[in-house]
C-alpha cells in the first residue's frame, strides 16, 4: 500500500464514522464533477471540521471566498441558525451556477448568497454595506491573493471572530523562502501578516488526507 492510498483509507474510514455525507452532499459532489469543476473541494472530515468551528463559534454570520460548487458552503452554512447568513465569493459564474443549485437543493438558499466576480472587486462593496462582523471567516480562493485576503477579513470581523486560511502547506513548498510560484509568495506574505499583527492570534497545522500533504491556519480576531 502506497502512502497515499493510506491517506485514503484513513480519510474514507474518518468520513464513514465522524463525518459521513448525505445525499445532498453527494448530489453536489457529483454535480460538480459532471459540471467540470476541479476536484478541490475539501473533504469529508474536513467539511466536518469547518461545521465544527462555526458551531464552536456560534457563529450567525459566516463570509467564505471561494466557492466552487458550493461543497464547503453547505457543510458550513448547516451550522448556521435559521436566521443565520452566509455570504460565498465566487470569482466563476460557472461555479456559482452549479453551487446555486446544489445550495438550493439542500435547502439553504434562503441563508446563503453567493456573489459572483473577483473578490477583490466584491470585497469592498460588501464592506460598503457595512454589514455586522463576521463571526467566521473562510479563506479558499486564488492564494496569490491571501494576504489581501487577510486584510479583507480583518476590516469584517470584530474581537472573537476566527479566520481560517486554507491550503496554507502547498505540498511543503511554503518553507521555501525562494519559491517563485504565487501560490506560494501568497501564502508566505499571509502568514507571515498573520504571524506580526497585533490583532490576530494565530496557528497552523498540517494536513494529510485524500487531498495529499496540506494544511490550514486558524486566526483569531483579538480587541
Do not use: C
Amino acid at each position: 500500500m502506497t502512502e497515499s492510498q493510506l491517506w485514503d483509507d484513513v480519510d474514507a474510514y474518518f468520513a464513514t464514522h465522524l463525518a459521513p455525507e448525505d445525499e445532498v452532499l453527494q448530489a453536489a459532489l457529483r454535480d460538480s464533477e459532471a459540471a467540470g469543476l476541479p476536484a478541490i473541494a475539501v473533504t469529508a472530515p474536513q467539511g466536518k471540521l469547518l461545521q465544527l468551528l462555526a458551531q464552536i463559534q456560534g457563529a450567525r454570520t459566516i463570509l467564505e471566498l471561494g466557492t466552487l460548487g458550493g461543497y464547503s458552503t453547505i457543510w458550513l452554512a448547516r451550522a448556521l441558525p435559521a436566521d443565520g447568513r452566509l455570504v460565498s465569493l465566487e470569482y466563476s459564474p460557472e461555479n456559482a451556477e452549479v453551487a446555486n443549485r446544489n445550495i438550493a437543493r439542500a435547502g439553504l438558499d434562503k441563508v446563503v448568497e453567493v456573489r459572483v466576480g473577483p473578490a477583490l472587486e466584491s470585497l469592498p462593496r460588501l464592506a460598503a454595506e457595512n454589514p455586522a462582523p463576521f463571526d467566521l471567516v473562510f479563506i479558499d480562493a486564488d492564494k496569490g491573493n491571501n494576504p489581501h485576503y487577510v486584510e479583507w477579513a480583518l476590516k469584517l470581523t470584530g474581537p472573537g471572530s476566527l479566520i481560517v486560511v486554507d491550503n496554507v502547506v502547498r505540498g511543503g513548498r511554503v518553507a521555501d523562502p525562494g519559491n517563485p510560484a504565487p501560490d506560494v509568495r501568497g501564502t508566505r506574505a499571509a502568514l507571515e501578516l498573520i504571524g506580526r499583527h497585533p490583532r490576530l492570534s494565530a496557528t497552523a497545522i498540517q494536513t494529510v488526507g485524500s487531498k495529499g500533504y496540506d494544511g490550514f491556519a486558524l486566526a483569531r480576531v483579538l480587541a
